[in-house]
């Protein structure tokens, strides 16, 4: 199984790909490109998701194919929608983009993956290798949905 796990953020999108089962898997790009900086370019939502969607469309076509899109979403806060309103249509355009790849998706909370945002690096550290550089909740975020979705 090849799974593909992503956590949005306003400036950046972290990912991983696990390749394997829930008893045996590899963070096979541990040490190489699991981050993606937005370029500071971009001003309009237009070129920021129009951007972004080419970014996950390379992914797809560099590391796929996929056996499944593990998204790590923000938590619900109502009162906060307009600062987790930029990251729901990033986690959007990567859910469009796995359906034109025929590729099935999960979006996750905390509560469904098992841990707490204070302990979810921890939690992954004791499944995976931590990367070199950028090592961050938000890549042990992208970690946690994919382990998740291990079968």
């Known amino acids: 199984m090849k799974i593909l796990g992503i ?25 190489d490109e699991n981050k993606i900086d937005l370029p500071k370019s971009l001003k309009t939502e237009f070129e920021i998701y129009q951007w972004v969607k080419s970014e996950y469309e390379r992914l797809f076509d560099k590391y796929g194919p996929f056996d499944h899109l593990a998204i790590k979403q923000n938590e619900n806060v109502p009162t906060r929608y307009s600062s987790v309103k930029p990251v729901m ?38 499944k995976v290798s931590k990367t070199s550089v950028n090592w961050d909740s938000q890549i042990a975020d992208a970690l946690a949905a994919s382990i998740k979705n291990l079968k």
Do not use: M
């Open 89 to 126: 249509f990033l986690d959007c355009i990567a859910s469009i983009v796995s359906i034109a790849n025929n590729t099935p998706f999960s979006s996750h909370l905390y509560t469904s993956i098992g841990t707490k945002s204070k302990e979810v690096v921890s939690f992954v550290e004791t």
């Open 7 to 31: 956590r949005n953020t306003p400036s950046k999108i972290r990912f991983c790909i696990l390749e394997g089962d829930k008893l045996n898997f590899v963070f096979t790009n541990c040490n």
